[in-house]
């Protein structure tokens, strides 16, 4: 079983996300948040907070745990994967471009907007954005 943590981290204004441009596939040029593989003997939450350091130097405190989407056996591309997604907030502070992407601070609108062909999935990243924000009492979408 293959196993990943996509985390998105949010400005504590809640204004604003950080997001990546990725240089790689899947969903190579698209927006998307950090992430990376799970790795053997390792939680989601390990994995979110040591993905985001090697991603961002980003000290990652606390990660919460949206969810793990775990992928039918009829999707034939992600079969026998699980996605776990996390989030945080933190101060703004700028990232550096690496061998993942470029990362910008993205407006939340840009960001949970469910028509937006510039993020990666197919609208999973505003739909995650406004259950995170529900939850957290941030924005109430679902009443």
């Given amino acids: 079983m293959k196993k990943y943590v996509v985390i998105f981290l949010f400005t504590k204004d809640y204004k ?68 776990s997604v996390l989030y945080g907030f933190v101060d703004e502070v700028p990232i550096e471009a690496n061998n993942e992407g470029i990362y910008e601070w993205k407006d939340i609108l840009f960001a949970s907007d469910f028509n937006n062909k510039e993020l990666a999935g197919f609208a999973n990243i505003s739909q995650f954005i ?14």
């Fill in 130 to 143: 406004k259950e995170i924000f529900d939850i957290e009492g941030i924005k109430k979408f679902y009443e």
């Fill in 16 to 83: 604003k996300v950080l997001m990546v441009k990725r240089n790689k596939h899947p969903y190579k040029g698209c927006w998307n948040g950090i992430g990376g593989k799970i790795e053997e003997n390792e939680t989601e939450i390990e994995a979110a907070i040591r993905e985001c350091y090697e991603e961002t130097e980003i000290q990652l405190e606390n990660p919460k745990l949206l969810m793990t989407y775990i992928y039918p056996e009829t999707n034939e591309k992600n079969k026998g994967t699980n996605l």
